[in-house]
């Protein structure tokens, strides 16, 4: 099953605007992780975000947690043609039984314009 | 070093018959994780293992699908009687430990196309 909804499903930009993505969950969760796929490198971890964390920074990625809404968003500054991918929210969720088992959302497609 | 592989890259099949996936995890990674992905969606788990613990098959859709791991190697995902539903990329990934505290390692996947 699906957790996480994503928006937009799809967004379009010029190079060096910023792009913003949101991603809301259902359940309580142990962490939130943003992946990247493309057809070059497949899909590839961006960044983690632990429960009790509210904002973390990674290069040009931001990423913010808020629990009590259970949503959180995925800032990409001064976007480059490369950043053209699919960007996806996982959730690790609590009563996982302490595995990594991540429940994926939709996707939000990004493309990036020179 | 080397990352996570999978093989085939491709494979076309015929309704009913039987398929099975490889996944070779990064070494010395001891968690190994299979994944669905159908067109424009995201990823769907099917099967988590863990060192010598009873794997966690809760994301396995039917009894058609069944995966092995051979000790912290490698894995095969089988499907019996392919369904065109069936149709999809087969992910795996790894991760050097449980708990979803470490990030998972995805190989290139498996598209499977059932005719």
């Known amino acids: 099953s699906q957790q996480g909804e994503e928006d937009p499903q799809a967004l379009s930009i010029q190079e060096g605007e910023n792009a913003t993505m949101n991603c809301s969950y259902k359940?309580?969760?142990?962490?939130l992780q943003w992946y990247r796929q493309n057809s070059g490198r497949g899909l590839v971890h961006l960044i983690l975000?632990?429960?009790?964390?509210r904002e973390k920074h990674s290069g040009r990625l931001r990423v913010t947690l808020d629990t009590s809404k259970k949503s959180s968003s995925l800032l990409i500054t001064a976007s480059r043609a490369a950043d053209t991918a699919s960007y996806f929210c996982?959730?690790?969720?609590?009563?996982?039984?302490?595995?990594?088992?991540?429940?994926f959302g939709q996707g939000t497609t990004l493309q990036v314009k020179p | 070093g080397a990352g996570v592989s999978q093989s085939p890259s491709n494979k076309v099949t015929e309704k009913g018959k039987d398929v099975e996936l490889r996944c070779d995890p990064i070494?010395?990674?001891?968690?190994l994780y299979w994944y669905r992905q159908r067109l424009g969606q995201g990823l769907e788990f099917l099967i988590y293992?863990?060192?010598?613990?009873?794997?966690?098959k809760s994301g396995l859709p039917s009894d058609r699908f069944s995966a092995e791991r051979t000790g912290e190697s490698v894995s095969t995902l089988t499907i019996q009687r392919t369904q065109q539903e069936d149709s999809a990329v087969y992910l795996c990934?790894?991760?050097?430990?449980?708990?979803?505290?470490?990030?998972?390692?995805f190989g290139p996947g498996t598209r499977l196309t059932v005719t």
């Open positions: 990934a790894s991760s050097l430990w449980s708990g979803g505290s470490y990030e998972q390692y």
């Open positions: 359940t309580s969760i142990n962490n």
């Open positions: 975000i632990r429960s009790n964390e």
């Open positions: 996982a959730t690790n969720e609590k009563g996982s039984g302490n595995t990594g088992k991540l429940i």
């Open positions: 070494s010395g990674h001891t968690a």
């Open positions: 293992f863990q060192g010598n613990s009873a794997p966690d």
